[in-house]
Nanobody
Framework: QVQLIESGGGLVQSGDSLRLSCTTS????????MAWFRQAPGKEREFVAA????????YFADSVKGRFSISRDDDKSAMYLQMNRLYVEDTAVYFC?????????????????????WGQGTQVTVSS
């Protein structure tokens, strides 16, 4: 059982940066494909970014390309989302997610149903 814990959210101003972390103390994320999703009030959960189980592949939603980056440190069992030049529209609860098993490649990288393990989320609020 993989238990994911997000941290790093907060209240920032438009144009600022934040770094979100996703960690697990019980298991390891080594060799798991991972992703970040977000959900704004009144909206459906949407894909933000993903990283392959080996770290060699990275994917981003069009809305965050060029502003966000994703990385992982398997030795620390951690995944990160560096968010730069934040917009008010980036305000949401951010969730990290992991595939169901090690080395499993999601058939649809940006589809939330491809991910089995989820954290509780961390709030990111961007003010104008």
């Amino acid at each position: 059982q993989v238990q994911l814990i997000e941290s790093g959210g907060g209240l920032v101003q438009s144009g600022d940066s934040l770094r979100l972390s996703c960690t697990t103390s019980v298991h390891t994320i080594r060799r798991y494909a991972m992703a970040w999703f977000r959900q704004a009030p009144g909206k459906e959960r949407e894909f933000v970014a993903a990283i392959g189980w080996s770290g060699g592949s990275r994917y981003f939603a069009d809305s965050v390309k060029g502003r966000f980056s994703i990385s992982r440190d398997d030795d620390k069992s951690a995944m990160y989302l560096q968010m730069n030049r934040l917009y008010v529209e980036d305000t949401a609860v951010y969730f990290c997610a992991a595939a169901a098993s090690p080395e499993r490649v999601p058939l649809c990288t940006y589809c939330d149903y491809e991910y089995y393990y989820w954290g509780q989320g961390t709030q990111v609020t961007v003010s104008s």
